[in-house]
Nanobody, 122 residues
Framework: AVQLVESGGGSVPAGGSLRLSCAAS?????????MAWFRQTPGKEREGVAA???????IYTENVKGRFTISRDNAKTTLNLQMTSLKPEDTAMYYC???????????????WGQGTQVTVSS
């Protein structure tokens, strides 16, 4: 099994930056896992933000392109999300996920972290 632990959330003013990290453990080393960041606000479905496969190929949801950057360090088994030019609408609980296929669909992911809160004030 794969265990995921997020960190780096917090509160920032609009226009600010945050860097989220996700530490992975388990069979991460040898599995062809893709990883992703999702976010969710109360009453809404979980939204795929960015995903990356083991070779570093990335995809982003449209409204974060140019502002967010996903990266992974396979040696350290960490996943990162650098968020810049943050907007109030980016406020959400952010989750790290691991699965076999790089996708922005939550159903593609088998393993999830507990989440880290990001709050952007106007």
């Amino acid at each position: 099994a794969v265990q995921l632990v997020e960190s780096g959330g917090g509160s920032v003013p609009a226009g600010g930056s945050l860097r989220l990290s996700c530490a992975a453990s388990g069979y991460f080393y040898t599995s062809p896992y893709s990883m992703a960041w999702f976010r969710q606000t109360p009453g809404k479905e979980r939204e795929g933000v960015a995903a990356i496969n083991r070779n570093g190929i990335t995809i982003y949801t449209e409204n974060v392109k140019g502002r967010f950057t996903i990266s992974r360090d396979n040696a350290k088994t960490t996943l990162n999300l650098q968020m810049t030019s943050l907007k109030p609408e980016d406020t959400a609980m952010y989750y790290c996920a691991a699965g076999n296929i790089r996708s922005l669909e939550s159903s593609r992911y088998n393993y999830w972290g507990q989440g880290t809160q990001v709050t952007v004030s106007s």
